[in-house]
């Protein structure tokens, strides 16, 4: 017998919120039809860290590219996708210390919201789900949802939870 996908979530720590939101939705349907990016990269880094940490780190390019400062980019991001491309001598830690060096620093609002994301991946990477659940509240990640499905077909993820299995 397959498991709901609610047991799944359930097994894999997701919150009260997201296992009602799913109710008795197939992975198909919940996957096609969540709003919230926040909920889809917390399964994929949970489901896979380096993967989740790759699709983040893509989505933090798309969505802020036009405010990139240069050293989110290269001292946050970069490192973040050589890791999760398997690059084992990425010191994690270290990028996640530099990723809220930055973000506290920040000149203004978009900035702020740009290294919040660089934050997340770098939590995402240093195997702190909770501290990328709780940055990803805070920046864009709501509005990604559909660029996500993009990155990642439904059938990639039922594969990713089966592994967890």
Request: glycine share 4%; net charge negative; aromatic share 8%.
């Amino acid at each position: 017998m397959t498991p709901f996908f609610r047991d799944d979530l359930l097994r894999l720590g997701a919150c009260s919120d997201a296992r009602t939101w799913v109710g008795n939705q197939t992975i198909d349907e919940a996957w096609a039809s969540c709003e919230s990016a926040q909920w889809m990269l917390w399964l994929l880094v949970r489901c896979d860290r380096r993967r989740g940490v790759g699709i983040t780190v893509e989505v933090v390019r798309a969505t802020c590219a036009h405010l990139a400062p240069d050293e989110v980019t290269t001292d946050v991001l970069n490192p973040l996708a050589a890791w999760a491309a398997g690059d084992d001598t990425v010191d994690v830690g270290a990028v996640r210390k530099r990723a809220w060096e930055i973000r506290a620093v920040a000149a203004d609002a978009a900035w702020a919201a740009w290294a919040a994301w660089a934050v997340a991946a770098a939590a995402a990477a240093d195997a702190d789900a909770d501290a990328a659940w709780a940055t990803w509240a805070v920046a864009y990640a709501d509005a990604q949802a559909d660029m996500i499905r993009d990155i990642v077909s439904v059938d990639e993820v039922r594969a990713m939870i089966e592994r967890t299995r």
